[in-house]
C-alpha cells in the first residue's frame, strides 16, 4: 500500500493540468478492469464488469488533481512569479522546494526577502515571492513559459510505524484506496458493474466529478476524500489519524446508503467513525448527488493533517480500513437496489 501512494503521491498534476497523470493512472486501473478511458476533460474512467445484462453500476470515485502554482512572468533577472492553483496556503510557500514544468522540469526554490530586510511585523506575501531555479534569465525564458505549472517537490517520508507524510496525498492516497479495492474484487463473483473514476480539478470546484457522474449516471456513487486530522493547533471537527475510515452523515450523503456502510463495517468489524457534515462537505459528493436527475451518494473520508502542505500525514491503516469497508460492501451487493427506497 505504501509503495503504492508513494508513486501515486510523486506523481505531478496540478488542477487543469492533469494530463500528465491519466496515462499512469490508466495503466494502475488496466489490470483489474474490462475497459479504460479518458473522457474529454480529463476523468479516468475504468469499469469491472460483472456480466449480468442491466446490472447496477457502482461508482467509486476520488480526484487526482492537486493545487500548486502557475507562472505568472519571467523577470529579466529569470526569476519566476506565480498565482495560486486551488487552496494554497501562501505561509507554507517561502524556503519551498518546487518543480517548474515547463518544456522540461527544472528544480526551484520559493525565495523571500531575509527577515533581516523585513520591516518589524511584516510577513511574506505572494507578490514578494519568486522562484529561483539557479539558471540565467535566457536560459530560463527560453524553457519556461507564462502558464506554466509548478508543483511542490516534497516526497513521501515514513514518520514511525504506520504514518508518512508527502504532498498531495489529499487525493492520491484514496486513488490508490481505489486501485486496492479493484485488486480485491477481481477474482470475485459479482452482482453489480463496478465503476471506478479519477477525477479532475476538484481543487478548483469539482468539476471532473460533476461532468463524470453527468456521463456515467451511475446507480450508487461513493466518494473518497481526505478529512482533518487532530493536530497540536487543532482538535475541533478532526479526528485521530489511525480511527479507521470516516463515514459522513448529512443532507449531501443519502441516509440508506450511509446506514448501510455503517452496518457494513460494523458486522466485519472494520474500524469507522461518523463524521457530521450539515451542509456542502467540500468535496466531490457535493456534484455527484445532483448530477442528471439524482445519484445517490456516501462519503468515505481519511484523517489527514496539515492539508493542503508538502508535508500532509496519513495513517496508512486508515487507507486500509476504507479499502476494506468497500470491499466488502461491493462484494455483498445482490444486484437489488430497492433497500435504497423510503
Same mark, same amino acid.
Given at each position: 500500500m505504501k509503495k503504492l501512494i508513494n508513486e501515486l503521491s510523486n506523481m505531478r498534476g496540478v488542477s487543469g493540468r492533469e494530463y500528465s497523470l491519466t496515462e499512469k493512472i490508466s495503466e494502475l486501473f488496466s489490470p483489474y478492469c474490462d475497459d479504460v478511458r479518458v473522457d474529454a476533460l480529463g476523468n479516468v474512467i475504468a469499469f469491472k464488469r460483472c456480466g449480468i445484462k442491466n446490472a447496477p453500476v457502482i461508482m467509486i470515485e476520488a480526484h487526482c488533481d492537486e493545487i500548486g502554482l502557475m507562472v505568472t512572468s519571467v523577470t529579466d533577472e529569470g526569476f519566476l512569479t506565480f498565482a495560486c492553483?486551488?487552496?494554497?496556503?501562501?505561509?507554507? #510557500? @517561502?524556503?519551498? *522546494?518546487?518543480?517548474?514544468? $515547463?518544456?522540461?522540469?527544472?528544480?526551484?526554490? +520559493?525565495? +523571500?526577502?531575509?527577515?533581516h530586510l523585513l520591516e518589524d511585523g511584516k510577513t511574506a506575501k505572494i507578490k514578494d515571492m519568486a522562484v529561483d531555479t539557479g539558471l540565467d534569465a535566457r536560459t530560463v525564458k527560453e524553457k519556461v513559459s507564462v502558464g506554466d505549472s509548478i508543483t511542490l517537490s516534497k516526497s513521501l517520508g515514513e514518520l514511525g510505524k504506520n504514518q508518512f507524510s508527502g504532498k498531495s496525498l489529499d487525493d492520491r492516497a484514496s486513488v490508490a484506496a481505489i486501485i486496492t479495492v479493484l485488486k480485491n474484487i477481481s477474482g470475485a463473483e459479482l452482482k453489480v458493474d463496478v465503476c471506478a473514476v479519477a477525477t479532475v480539478q476538484e481543487e478548483v470546484g469539482c468539476r471532473g466529478a460533476k461532468t463524470a457522474a453527468y456521463g456515467i449516471n451511475p446507480d450508487i456513487a461513493v466518494a473518497i476524500? %481526505?478529512?482533518?486530522? !487532530?493536530? @497540536?493547533?487543532?482538535?475541533?471537527?478532526? /479526528?485521530?489519524? $489511525?480511527?479507521?475510515?470516516v463515514i459522513s452523515v448529512g443532507p449531501n450523503l443519502h441516509p440508506r446508503l450511509t446506514d448501510a456502510l455503517i452496518d457494513t463495517a460494523k458486522r466485519h468489524n472494520i474500524k469507522a467513525d461518523t463524521e457530521v457534515d450539515g451542509g456542502d462537505t467540500g468535496t466531490d459528493a457535493w456534484e455527484i448527488q445532483t448530477a442528471r436527475d439524482g445519484i445517490p451518494?456516501?462519503?468515505?473520508?481519511? @484523517? #489527514?493533517?496539515?492539508?493542503?502542505?508538502? %508535508?500532509?500525514?496519513?495513517?496508512?491503516?486508515?487507507?486500509?480500513?476504507? %479499502?476494506? #469497508? #468497500?470491499? *466488502? /460492501? !461491493? &462484494? *455483498?451487493? &445482490?444486484?437489488?437496489?430497492?433497500?435504497l427506497s423510503f
Open positions: 492553483v486551488g487552496g494554497v496556503d501562501e505561509r507554507t #510557500l @517561502p524556503s519551498a *522546494e518546487v518543480t517548474v514544468h $515547463g518544456k522540461q522540469d527544472l528544480w526551484g526554490v +520559493i525565495g +523571500i526577502k531575509s527577515e476524500d %481526505v478529512c482533518h486530522g !487532530i493536530t @497540536p493547533d487543532n482538535s475541533d471537527n478532526a /479526528f485521530e489519524t $489511525g480511527i479507521g475510515t451518494t456516501s462519503l468515505l473520508s481519511m @484523517p #489527514l493533517k496539515y492539508m493542503h502542505t508538502s %508535508v500532509e500525514t496519513l495513517d496508512v491503516r486508515d487507507v486500509k480500513a476504507t %479499502v476494506s #469497508l #468497500l470491499t *466488502e /460492501f !461491493i &462484494k *455483498e451487493q &445482490k444486484g437489488d437496489l430497492e433497500w
